[in-house]
């Protein structure tokens, strides 16, 4: 079966940085749409950034435009997100999330939750200020 596992999440003080890693099995990244989401409590979910694994077209929230920047590698069958500057804001729980459907493109809204099929445990992300 698919299985997204997130993992690189902890504690840090504002302005530092952390790598989330979203190790997938029973699924290849190439020609799919691959998402970071994040949620706080209290709060709506957010889309903070996508990937299109064929085109290579990526997408990011307002929020962390220049601070964040998502990547994959294909050999280890990996989705990243890099996180710097982080800021109290960030703080919430980070989820890996995986489309079904085989594209080279992102369709629709990829930091839409709806096109996504396949999701992670999630891991938690704290910054402290």
């Known amino acids: 079966q698919v299985q997204l596992v997130e993992s690189g999440g902890g504690s840090v003080q504002a302005g530092g940085s952390l790598r989330l890693s979203c190790a997938a099995s029973?699924?290849?990244?190439?020609?799919?749409?691959m998402g970071w989401f994040r949620q706080a409590p209290g709060d709506e979910r957010e889309g903070v950034a996508a990937?299109?694994?064929?085109?290579?077209?990526?997408y990011y929230a307002d929020s962390v435009k220049g601070r964040f920047t998502i990547s994959k590698d294909n050999a280890k069958n990996t989705l990243y997100l890099q996180m710097n500057s982080l800021k109290p804001e960030d703080t919430a729980m980070y989820y890996c999330?995986?489309?079904?459907?085989?594209?080279?493109?992102?369709?629709?809204?990829?930091?839409?939750?709806?096109?996504?099929?396949?999701w992670g445990q999630g891991t938690q992300v704290t910054v402290s200020s």
């Open positions: 999330a995986a489309s079904a459907a085989d594209s080279y493109y992102c369709p629709g809204r990829p930091l839409s939750g709806k096109i996504y099929h396949y």
């Open positions: 029973g699924y290849t990244l190439t020609r799919r749409c």
């Open positions: 990937i299109a694994t064929g085109s290579g077209s990526t």
